[in-house]
């Protein structure tokens, strides 16, 4: 019992930020999140067949919260493994920065470059051009005018929206709806095994990860101090 309310008392706001990306989850409000999740998983792939010795042709995303990375050479295996993890480590990665770091604006600032320097090679579509477009010049505004407090809650939400949306895209896409043309489906083409056995093993994967980043991450506490909470009201008023 002492256990769950220290944990209570020293991390109340990342719960309540959950709930409320929860309570949004099926609203508009929450889309531009999904859709920039989306885009990290698409960049994941590109930056793996990149490492791997390929070449990326095209990057795109759709409002239906799609997306398609056309690439050549480089590793298959590791390229189409890279979505779904790719996306959450980076997901992952953000939130820990928030919580544990003062790196916010620097990373901020560092996300908006790679959004920006993809759209400028890759992204090809007017849809998927305006939205990283938008996305990077936010996130570029935010790094170099915005305090370090709105940096850092503005990771935490895309920390934790990613870690809520690629489990449950993973379980979506993969298991429960294996007829898709899913990254799965064409790991289980190309390597072999059932679409269900790759979906179902990044679903494991992506629970690992999280649960190793709540447990060895979070610390004893992981609240944002009133000062910056009260910069945070004053930069939205």
């Known amino acids: 019992m002492r256990r769950v309310k220290r944990f209570c008392t020293g991390h109340w ?27 990290l998983h698409e960049l994941s792939h590109a930056a793996m067949t990149l490492l791997t010795g390929g070449s990326v042709e095209s990057l795109t995303i759709d409002p239906q919260q799609g997306g398609m990375v056309i690439s050549r050479g480089g590793s298959r295996f590791l390229t189409l493994s890279a979505g779904y993890c790719g996306s959450l480590l980076i997901g992952v990665t953000l939130f820990l920065i928030a919580v544990r770091a003062n790196w916010d604006r620097f990373v901020m600032g560092l996300l908006a470059a790679v959004i920006l320097t993809a759209a400028a090679l890759y992204v090809r579509d007017l849809f998927a051009l305006s939205f990283c477009i938008i996305a990077g010049l936010l996130m570029l505004g935010s790094s170099k005018y915005l305090s370090h407090g709105f940096n850092d809650l503005v990771l935490r939400v895309i920390g934790l929206s990613s870690m809520i949306f690629v489990p449950y895209d993973i379980f979506s896409d993969t298991i429960a709806r294996s007829y898709l043309r899913s990254d799965a489906r064409m790991l289980a083409e190309e390597f072999g095994g059932p679409t269900l056995f790759w979906g179902g093993a990044w679903l494991i994967i992506s629970g690992l990860i999280i649960m190793r980043c ?7 506490n992981s609240n944002m101090s009133l000062r910056q909470l009260k910069r945070i009201r004053r930069q939205r008023t």
Do not use: E, Y
């Open 13 to 39: 706001q990342l719960m309540l930020l959950t709930a409320l990306i929860f309570a949004f989850w099926s609203t508009p409000v929450v889309v531009p999140l999904k859709i920039l999740i989306v885009l």
């Open 214 to 220: 709540l447990r060895r991450g979070l610390g004893a």
